[in-house]
């Protein structure tokens, strides 16, 4: 059997890597990034700029971090994320959003997203 006589679904994989994120580029909904622990927003800018002209990305800045190295490192995750809620909430516009962390980012983005589906009608996807 040849390789193109199978059909194992990997085709139809690779035609959906073609266009990344599809949905989130046709409806503009915004992308909210964790960086991972040392990491900072910087390190969302080549995403960000792959997936231009849509989503709306938003990548958090942690305390202690570059243009933050001034404030003390938050050394919880329950206060960071409490903190990353508050932010979040504040700049909420009521369209739902995405929430997308690397590493501890990921762990980072669970917790706020707990905080929102606790608190708020319009959890993130």
């Excluded at 679904?9 to 959906?16: E, L």
């Excluded at 001034?70 to 516009?93: F, I, M, N, Q």
């Amino acid at each position: 059997m040849h390789r193109r006589d199978r059909h194992d679904g990997a085709d139809d994989i690779r035609r959906g890597m073609d266009t990344p994120l599809p949905s989130l580029r046709r409806k503009h909904i915004p992308a909210v990034c964790f960086p991972h622990a040392g990491g900072s927003a910087s390190y969302y800018y080549a995403l960000s700029k792959s997936l231009a002209p849509g989503p709306d990305m938003l990548a958090l800045q942690y305390p202690g971090r570059q243009d933050r190295v001034a404030e003390g490192c938050v050394t919880c995750l329950a206060e960071l994320a409490g903190h990353a809620y508050a932010a979040l909430r504040d700049a909420e516009d009521g369209r739902p959003c995405v929430l997308f962390g690397h590493s501890m980012g990921s762990v980072l983005a669970f917790e706020v997203a707990r905080r929102w589906q606790e608190r708020t009608a319009t959890p993130p996807v």
